[in-house]
């Protein structure tokens, strides 16, 4: 009470200073440099929802126990998902450049947490890009390959077994294999690819109908493979790949993939490499 004035003042204790500061770094300085990234990052993302759980000596000494993210309608390099949650812990960032105007960096690898759905109109959107072009044939190659070492009718008729010779594919698409009649968690998924035959040089439409089964978290096995020529229905059952797999690397470990008539869902942890500072354009 000031004396004779009837007035009370009141003092803020660094206590009660505090949280105000601390909100103030994270909504006026990470929150801003953490979205800039991500947009940076990605062609297109819809409704970016954003959580941060740090103090002000953490940040101040570049590091945020946790961050949640999600989003809707992400792109990554014409990669399409209708629907991603993330969460990182002990991230170690570069936040006193952040404070002076410098675009924000990883400086240690990050395990973050993934949950996201890749519905039948994302595979369709996604199908014409590079990456998922890319990706397709690395992962198509070496399974065209393991089928051609025995006898087979399928990718090319009457395939007698000799030399493998090197494959060429193109017009890669995928898309949900649907039927109602299957239980829950069983779908499957269609590859549809044009292969360049080994002798004649005809292109050859093929298309691969398989489930998907979770070996280990970084593993993934067809289940029960069939292949088809287009327009014909009838499958021939692709015995040498009953038992293919997948590698998915170490950097990635699931612990669920699940394809669904609408939509195929994963979670797992996915490690993401910190980006050099000479290689960061942002910088």
Same mark, same amino acid.
């Given at each position: 009470?000031?004396?004779?004035?009837?007035?009370?003042?009141?003092?803020?204790?660094?206590?009660?200073?505090?949280?105000?500061?601390?909100?103030?770094?994270?909504?006026?300085?990470?929150?801003?440099?953490?979205?800039?990234?991500?947009?940076?990052?990605?062609?297109?993302?819809?409704?970016?929802?954003?959580?941060?759980?740090?103090?002000?000596?953490?940040?101040?000494?570049?590091?945020?126990?946790?961050?949640?993210?999600?989003?809707?309608?992400?792109?990554?390099?014409?990669?399409?998902?209708?629907?991603?949650?993330?969460?990182?812990?002990?991230?170690?960032?570069?936040?006193?450049?952040?404070?002076?105007?410098?675009?924000?960096?990883?400086?240690?690898?990050?395990?973050?947490?993934?949950?996201?759905?890749?519905?039948?109109?994302?595979?369709?959107?996604?199908?014409?890009?590079?990456?998922?072009?890319?990706?397709?044939? #690395?992962? %198509? $190659?070496?399974?065209? @390959?393991?089928? !051609?070492?025995?006898?087979?009718?399928?990718?090319? =008729?009457?395939? *007698? /077994?000799?030399?493998?010779?090197?494959?060429?594919?193109?017009?890669?698409?995928?898309?949900?294999?649907?039927?109602?009649?299957?239980?829950?968690?069983?779908?499957?998924?269609?590859?549809?690819?044009?292969?360049?035959?080994?002798?004649?040089?005809?292109?050859?439409?093929?298309?691969?109908?398989?489930? #998907?089964? %979770? $070996?280990?978290?970084? @593993?993934?096995? !067809?289940?029960?493979?069939?292949?088809?020529?287009? =327009?014909?229905? *009838? /499958?021939?059952?692709?015995?040498?790949?009953?038992?293919?797999?997948?590698?998915?690397?170490?950097?990635?470990?699931?612990?669920?993939?699940?394809?669904?008539?609408?939509?195929?869902?994963?979670?797992?942890?996915?490690?993401?490499?910190?980006?050099?500072?000479?290689?960061?354009?942002?910088?």
């Amino acid at each position: 009470m000031a004396a004779g004035l009837g007035l009370e003042i009141e003092v803020e204790t660094e206590e009660q200073l505090a949280p105000q500061r601390k909100g103030r770094l994270i909504s006026q300085v990470l929150t801003p440099a953490i979205k800039l990234w991500l947009r940076s990052q990605l062609d297109h993302i819809d409704d970016l929802q954003l959580q941060i759980d740090s103090g002000n000596r953490e940040l101040l000494s570049g590091s945020i126990p946790k961050v949640f993210l999600s989003a809707a309608q992400a792109v990554y390099q014409g990669i399409h998902l209708s629907r991603a949650q993330v969460i990182a812990e002990n991230i170690s960032t570069n936040f006193r450049q952040v404070l002076r105007g410098k675009a924000i960096r990883l400086l240690e690898p990050l395990s973050i947490q993934l949950d996201a759905a890749l519905t039948s109109a994302d595979l369709a959107a996604s199908t014409d890009s590079e990456l998922f072009q890319k990706a397709m044939k #690395l992962g %198509l $190659v070496p399974l065209i @390959e393991q089928q !051609l070492s025995g006898v087979s009718d399928w990718p090319f =008729p009457s395939w *007698q /077994p000799g030399a493998t010779p090197e494959i060429q594919l193109s017009a890669v698409r995928m898309e949900l294999s649907c039927d109602g009649r299957r239980p829950v968690g069983n779908h499957r998924i269609q590859i549809q690819a044009q292969v360049q035959h080994p002798i004649t040089e005809k292109l050859q439409a093929i298309v691969l109908d398989t489930g #998907l089964v %979770l $070996v280990n978290p970084h @593993e993934l096995r !067809l289940e029960q493979p069939q292949g088809f020529y287009p =327009p014909a229905n *009838q /499958p021939i059952p692709l015995t040498h790949l009953h038992d293919f797999r997948f590698d998915l690397g170490t950097d990635v470990q699931l612990t669920i993939l699940q394809i669904t008539e609408a939509a195929i869902l994963c979670q797992g942890t996915i490690k993401i490499m910190p980006v050099q500072a000479e290689e960061s354009a942002l910088d």
